[in-house]
């Protein structure tokens, strides 16, 4: 296997007249846990499709464990595990008649010993007869990624295996997520909790079609460019909107009792907290390592601004 | 690779065994659908039709002679086929449903009229279609004697107004009774088979591209042929056990024979059934919800009912009508059930049809394996 799970160039998909995907490059590493973020309705889910085959760029091409994406899609089904946003398994059939239509779709050998592994491995022994839709959301999760893990893909495609789920089972997911990726497997995960974004080893952003970013994670927020500063003392909300009106500053985002104050420009950035220094003593400022929580909310905020004015995206 | 897994499409099988079993609704209109439908048309359904095939055997050249076959020409019930040769000649066409109607003209038929003799007109009818033996048999007495009046009123005059001077025989052949339900029970079969295989199928495909579930079914490396037979086989089955279970109702209920050959319906059946399931397949291919194919498939019964020829005879029909008809499987099927419950039927009877269904059916698998999509585009 090459060291490039995934790779895409100009990748684009047009629904109508609205390009959905726009010209997007891409490169997967192989072993990695890459992060897939965006706002809802930002392309991830389509830009995710086309990579297994399951949609037809309009423009642009691309390989999926050395395949081409268009001429040899059965073979990157055959090597890849895909969990769709919506849970898409058979709410009608029991768990196990489910992963045993799973398993049969993939000529597992040893049917019936894998998929009673996989039940345990689920920790659902006892439960197999259940119908899948009377699962809770999080057990639905649990499910879909078995029942995508279970022919042994390369390449794990999630798209938000999150969403909707409580704070616990997405830890658990989020577990199990690492220890797939030690075992090999390359991950990719969509998602736009910003707390799983800083668990990936790299990262793209995509808004409203375009890949506004992407790069190891530890580099995204140098990337972006932002200073920030840490504020905290007394009465922050008066505070917080003084700042917020200020043209210097292009973000406040407040952690619990602290401001976050943030801009691409340090030295306008700097003038102001000299400013604040001296005419508020109780309020202290601190300059900060930028994170990737300030570069995110940077991101959003400014693709917003970008793309929402030509109202053709939706939110 | 091989080019179709067992596997996969054991995987399909089974999970739309299981689907079927666990969906109450369907299951309950799979087995509901005839019964209703038997019961209503079987008794409700009555009509009186028009320009009907039918076949002379001229014993004789004469005035009269000809004078008949121009009324029937003319008329309203009959249409005029040609001549037959032998009464051989005269059954088969009656069999193979090419004609409803033989009307043998006898040798010396001119010459006994002006003796006064009152010789015998002998028609032989396809009974299986009884509304319209009746009034067509009344019609042709009319003819008759309409055309003896014209060409032969001179010697005749004497007789005018006395009874006619020819008598009529009436053979009804396949339906001797004359029973309505006895025709529209078999070829309510083939309506019934297109109503619940179309639908069923088309609802069952598109039920998974409406929950989401294809997504997951075409992310797996499963091929269109493994789905497409995955799916239809289970409703193959449930084909059978509406038919099985329609043959003994009409037989106990309605006392319609079963004289042909029962391979023949065999054959006929399975590709009528499969062409159905086929239809429905492809039906699913060009909606998005089971709505629509709901819609898609009550759109394609409408013709079915009334151009197949089970309302109204298929001969009776203005010619765009048969040509639609034509296009329809269940046209085919119809005729294959009435000839061989009704008229003995063999195979080589059936061949015709079978193959006019083989040619619509091999169109629709075509189309559909094109349309169906690897891909969620
Ligand atoms: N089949 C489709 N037809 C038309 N528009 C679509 C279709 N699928 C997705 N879209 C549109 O494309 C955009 C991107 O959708 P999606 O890829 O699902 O975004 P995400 O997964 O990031 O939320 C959305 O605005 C959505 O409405
Ligand atoms: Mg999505």
Partial sequence: ?315 | MNLFSLSRFRAVLVKEFIQMRRDRLTFAMMIGVPVIQLLLFGYAINNDPRNLPTLLELGEESKVARAVVSGMDTSDYFDFQGFVFGPDAGDKALREGSANFVVVIPPDFERDILRGLSPELLVTADASDPTAVGSAVAALSGIVETAIAQTLDGPLTAVAGRPPPFSMVVHKQFNPEGRTATNIVPGLLAIILAMTMVLITAVAIVRETERGTMETLISTPVRSTEVMLGKILPYVLIGYVQTLLFLIMAKILFNVPFEGSRMAFFVGFNIYVVVNLALGFLISTLVHTQMQAMQASFFLILPTILLSGFMFPFAGMPGWAQAIGTAIPATHFLRIVRKIMLKGAQMADIAIDLRAIAIIGGMIVLIALLRYRRTLD
């Fill in chain 1, 1 to 315: 296997m090459s060291d490039v799970a995934v790779s895409v160039k100009g990748l684009t998909k047009i629904y109508g007249h609205k390009t959905v995907v726009d010209a997007i490059d891409m490169e997967v590493p192989a072993g990695s846990i890459y992060g897939f973020l965006g706002p809802n309705g930002s392309g991830k889910t389509t830009t995710i499709r086309m990579m297994c085959g399951l949609l037809t760029p309009d423009a642009g091409e691309g390989h999926t464990l050395g395949y081409d994406i268009q001429k040899q899609a059965r073979e990157i089904k055959e090597r890849v595990g895909y969990m769709t946003q919506k849970f898409s398994l058979y709410t009608d059939l029991t768990i196990r008649e489910n992963l045993d239509f799973m398993a049969r779709m993939y000529r597992l050998p040893n049917r019936k010993k894998v998929v009673t592994r996989t039940i345990e491995e689920l920790g659902l022994s006892g439960r197999g007869n259940q119908l899948a839709g009377t699962l809770s959301g999080g057990w639905k999760q649990r499910l879909a990624l078995a029942a995508a893990m279970q022919h042994k893909p390369q390449l794990l495609l999630l798209d938000e295996p999150t969403a909707g789920v409580d704070p616990k089972a997405r830890r658990d997911f989020w577990d199990e997520i690492r220890r797939l990726s030690k075992e090999g497997v390359t991950i990719l995960v969509s998602t736009h909790y910003m707390d799983e974004a800083i668990q990936c080893d790299n990262i793209a952003y995509i808004a409203y079609g375009k890949l506004l970013i992407h790069g190891p994670a530890r580099e995204i927020p140098a990337r972006v460019g932002l200073t920030t500063w840490r504020v905290d003392g007394p009465d922050l909300i008066p505070l917080e909107d003084e700042l917020r009106a200020d043209p210097r500053v292009e973000q406040v985002a407040r952690f619990g009792a602290q401001l976050h104050v943030s801009s691409t420009n340090a030295k306008a950035l700097e003038e102001l907290v000299a400013e604040q220094r001296k005419k508020d003593k109780q309020h202290r400022w601190v300059k900060k390592e930028a994170e990737l929580e300030e570069a995110f909310i940077y991101l959003m905020t400014t693709a917003a601004d970008n793309f929402t004015p030509n109202g053709e995206a939706k939110p």
